[in-house]
């Protein structure tokens, strides 16, 4: 075979793959919106949708159609977008930290965020002003600050850069547990904890609107400085001597992280692995040009979530399991694994 076949092979094997993630996307979703308490064909399913969107007029029931349109489609949309927006966080801040194990739960960034919202839901800070998302946006920022001033007079290295995450997020879940233990009442403390693990039972349309932008969003900005993230893999020296504008672009990639972070623990809680698993599996399959690996990290990220939820309220006959518990579950073995990788490279 001429040399000039492999590089043509290759693309051919990454748009294979790229449709076959596609689908599997589709079917994830059509999964989750057919399977529950009340089983709904995926014929039904597909009347349902185009009832809505297109006009047709098939005979459904009520109860099937807002099940399938109300409830369960806008609820895997918000998890697909939640799940591509904390795995791209991943695999930006691994780059850009040139950590393996950097992501917004290790990093604190999560945590952050919900003593942000927190602060919102149940002291009222900024009540009508800043609204969940803004508090959540604030708490993720200064739980970053914070982390950063405290890796800087720690070395700057990423593995001080983890440990000063590990830290920052206990203290930021102290101070949420905190809020919650003295400012809420038995009702506000049972929802804000079922949250805090990570919850999509209250999302809906307007969630959807919300969370699709975000994803989108951060995926275009984070596709559009592929190149630079490239060139942070041998340093920020070696960025620089290359033509990156490495203060911009890390501020840039920095708050956009922070932003898809915050939009994401606003609307479904805290949820943690996610953005540390996904991005591996992600460079195992398409290898470590930013290029190929964000558009396949967000896609991983979003059927691995809608798994995840599927996963949630399956699992146990008649009750539903916080989604971040059904994440940790998967997670926590493959950050042992992870763990045990990096400690073998070095």
């Given at each position: 075979m001429s040399q000039a076949a492999l590089p043509q092979r290759k693309w051919w094997a990454l748009a294979a793959l790229?449709?076959?993630?596609?689908?599997?996307?589709?079917?994830m979703v059509s999964l989750a919106v057919s399977i529950g308490e009340i089983s709904i064909p995926l014929a039904t399913t597909a009347?349902?949708?185009?009832?809505?969107?297109f006009g047709t007029a098939f005979e459904l029931s009520r109860i099937h159609q807002g099940i399938v349109w109300d409830y369960r489609l806008s609820r895997a949309l918000v998890a697909a977008s939640a799940g591509a927006s904390l795995a791209l966080?991943?695999?930006?801040?691994q780059a850009l930290l040139r950590n393996p194990l950097a992501e917004p739960y290790v990093l604190g960034i999560s945590a952050g965020a919900s003593t942000g919202a927190v602060c919102v839901m149940i002291l009222g800070l900024g009540y009508g002003v800043l609204g969940l998302s803004g508090g959540a946006f604030i708490g993720a920022v200064i739980a970053f600050l914070l982390v950063g001033i405290l890796a800087a007079g720690a070395g700057g290295t990423s593995e001080r850069i983890i440990l000063c995450g590990v830290a920052g997020s206990q203290l930021f879940n102290a101070l949420t547990s905190y809020i919650v233990t003295t400012s809420a009442n038995a009702e506000q403390a049972r929802g804000v904890l079922f949250w805090l693990l990570g919850s999509l039972s209250g999302v809906r349309w307007p969630d959807v609107y919300l969370s699709v932008p975000i994803a989108l969003t951060g995926f275009v900005v984070c596709l559009a400085h592929a190149r630079a993230l490239d060139a942070f893999?041998?340093?920020?020296?070696a960025a620089a001597s290359l033509g990156i504008a490495v203060r911009r672009v890390q501020f840039t990639l920095l708050g956009v992280t922070a932003a898809m972070t915050a939009g994401v623990v606003s609307m479904v809680g805290s949820i943690g692995f996610v953005g540390l698993v996904i991005p591996h599996a992600a460079r195992f399959l398409v290898g470590p040009a930013h290029g190929r690996l964000l558009p396949a990290t967000a896609l991983g990220g979003a059927i691995f979530m809608v798994g995840a939820d599927i996963v949630s309220r399956i699992i146990i006959p008649q009750q539903i399991l916080p989604i971040g518990v059904v994440t940790a579950l998967f997670g926590a073995p493959a950050f042992a694994i992870i763990l045990y990788?990096?400690?073998r490279s070095a």
């Amino acid at each position: 075979m001429s040399q000039a076949a492999l590089p043509q092979r290759k693309w051919w094997a990454l748009a294979a793959l790229t449709i076959a993630a596609f689908l599997l996307l589709g079917l994830m979703v059509s999964l989750a919106v057919s399977i529950g308490e009340i089983s709904i064909p995926l014929a039904t399913t597909a009347k349902a949708v185009s009832n809505r969107l297109f006009g047709t007029a098939f005979e459904l029931s009520r109860i099937h159609q807002g099940i399938v349109w109300d409830y369960r489609l806008s609820r895997a949309l918000v998890a697909a977008s939640a799940g591509a927006s904390l795995a791209l966080c991943g695999v930006v801040l691994q780059a850009l930290l040139r950590n393996p194990l950097a992501e917004p739960y290790v990093l604190g960034i999560s945590a952050g965020a919900s003593t942000g919202a927190v602060c919102v839901m149940i002291l009222g800070l900024g009540y009508g002003v800043l609204g969940l998302s803004g508090g959540a946006f604030i708490g993720a920022v200064i739980a970053f600050l914070l982390v950063g001033i405290l890796a800087a007079g720690a070395g700057g290295t990423s593995e001080r850069i983890i440990l000063c995450g590990v830290a920052g997020s206990q203290l930021f879940n102290a101070l949420t547990s905190y809020i919650v233990t003295t400012s809420a009442n038995a009702e506000q403390a049972r929802g804000v904890l079922f949250w805090l693990l990570g919850s999509l039972s209250g999302v809906r349309w307007p969630d959807v609107y919300l969370s699709v932008p975000i994803a989108l969003t951060g995926f275009v900005v984070c596709l559009a400085h592929a190149r630079a993230l490239d060139a942070f893999a041998f340093g920020t020296d070696a960025a620089a001597s290359l033509g990156i504008a490495v203060r911009r672009v890390q501020f840039t990639l920095l708050g956009v992280t922070a932003a898809m972070t915050a939009g994401v623990v606003s609307m479904v809680g805290s949820i943690g692995f996610v953005g540390l698993v996904i991005p591996h599996a992600a460079r195992f399959l398409v290898g470590p040009a930013h290029g190929r690996l964000l558009p396949a990290t967000a896609l991983g990220g979003a059927i691995f979530m809608v798994g995840a939820d599927i996963v949630s309220r399956i699992i146990i006959p008649q009750q539903i399991l916080p989604i971040g518990v059904v994440t940790a579950l998967f997670g926590a073995p493959a950050f042992a694994i992870i763990l045990y990788r990096v400690r073998r490279s070095a």
